[in-house]
């Protein structure tokens, strides 16, 4: 009954912050002066999984996002992203996600400093999932460092992104020795006998091509390259690590279909653990093996405007991580999910298997081992504003 009470508390403060914060905007973006907008999202989590019987039944507070975007009529734009979120206790993990400020060249083409999202893969996220993809736990998805961006189209169907990044996105309030991160990033490892790396000068570089429409099939092609310098603090040494990716996007009507493959190679300079390196994420350190395949495929389709309720998207991911080293096992996650959106509300259902996953069960994403798989069910109550 306590926790039905402070739900029902939670949903009644989110409704009256969220009818303040729709009409929240200062200013005017038709101005040289410009406009603040203020929106964001809340959501409340249920959870239910076979490997941690204390997480098991939960229904209570998960996260919150804060985002305050700016526009102008000078071309300046700019974005703050802050993020929070509830492990144990209410924002015991936050971090800062975006924060950046942008020129807008003409209709297509502008610049970027700050951080922000790196231009590696088909996008920001490769699938619709909630939970996310493999890769976001490998640094290549949805990865915010610090640098500078160019986005310009070669040819009306031609676009490319070019982008230095010095640094990554930093550590912010949390347990961990390093990883509270909302990006998964190179951090200081809790066991003294491993490599501590940093990594900086990450030139990445994208290009993505639609091509002619057959019908009502819409596709597009297009690959992606990073390059970086990893510092070995610990034997003062600088390593590096590449990545390539190559991935397509068909749409026919309401359905998609993803699809994304590349490699990545890892040089750590570490004699003692040369095949894994130390990255962490959400508030987690874990290792991560430093060579191997991924792959993604996604599934998705939208129902609009069923009856009075709204829009309905099944979807379906998978995605993997196949490592050079054959005595590390593959790293695996599998999500179907259903998402349920009416007006400013979303409720999500997804059902999670994963192996080998250090986003769920597993050690890291290098040398676990594991017999059978881990199963996560997560059911999601948003509310954007």
């Not at 975007?69 to 993020?83: I, T």
């Not at 003062?236 to 990545?264: C, E, I, P, V």
């Not at 991924?294 to 993997?320: C, E």
Request: glycine content about 10%; some cysteine; hydrophobic content about 35%.
């Amino acid at each position: 009954m306590c926790r039905l009470k402070i739900i029902s508390g939670v949903l009644i403060g989110i409704t009256a912050l969220s009818a303040f914060a729709s009409d929240l905007t200062i200013g005017n973006a038709d101005t040289n002066l410009g406009a603040l907008t203020l929106s964001g999202d809340f959501r409340i989590r249920y959870n239910d999984n076979n490997y941690n019987s204390s997480s098991d039944h939960k229904l209570a507070f998960y996260a919150s996002k804060i985002k305050l975007d700016y526009k102008s009529a000078s071309n300046l734009f700019g974005r703050v992203e802050y993020r929070c979120y509830q492990f144990n206790t209410l924002c015991d993990f936050s971090a800062l996600v975006d924060g950046y400020v942008g020129y807008q060249l003409n209709k297509t083409d502008n610049v970027k400093v700050g951080i922000q999202e790196i231009p590696f893969g088909p996008s920001r996220f490769w699938e619709p999932t909630w939970y996310g993809g493999l890769m976001s736990g490998i640094g290549l998805e949805d990865t915010h460092n610090l640098g500078v961006t160019y986005h310009f189209n070669l040819m009306p169907k031609t676009q490319i992104d070019m982008g230095y990044f010095g640094r990554d996105g930093g550590h912010y309030f949390g347990k961990s020795t390093d990883s509270a991160r909302y990006s998964a990033n190179f951090v200081k490892p809790d066991d003294s006998s491993q490599s501590q790396l940093k990594e900086k000068n990450m030139l990445v570089g994208r290009v993505i091509q639609d091509l002619p429409n057959v019908g009502d099939l819409k596709t597009n092609v297009g690959a992606s390259y990073l390059y970086s310098q990893l510092d070995n603090v610990t034997a003062d040494k600088t390593g590096h690590r590449h990545a390539w990716s190559a991935f397509s996007t068909m749409s026919y009507g309401n359905l998609t279909l993803n699809l994304t493959g590349g490699q990545q190679h890892i040089s750590n300079k570490d004699s003692i653990h040369p095949d894994y390196s130390v990255m962490g994420s959400f508030d987690y350190a874990y290792n991560v093996a430093n060579q191997g395949n991924f792959y993604t495929t996604n599934l998705s389709y939208i129902f609009k405007d069923v009856g009075k309720i709204g829009d309905i998207s099944p979807y379906w991911m998978y995605s993997s991580y196949v490592k050079d080293n054959k005595a590390y096992q593959t790293s695996t996650r599998n999500i179907v999910g259903l998402e349920v959106d009416h007006n400013n509300i979303s409720v999500i259902a997804e059902y999670i298997l994963g192996k080998n996953d250090a986003g769920l069960n597993a050690a890291d994403f290098a040398g676990s081992h594991q017999s059978q798989q881990d199963r996560l069910v997560q059911l999601l109550l948003v509310y954007k504003f």
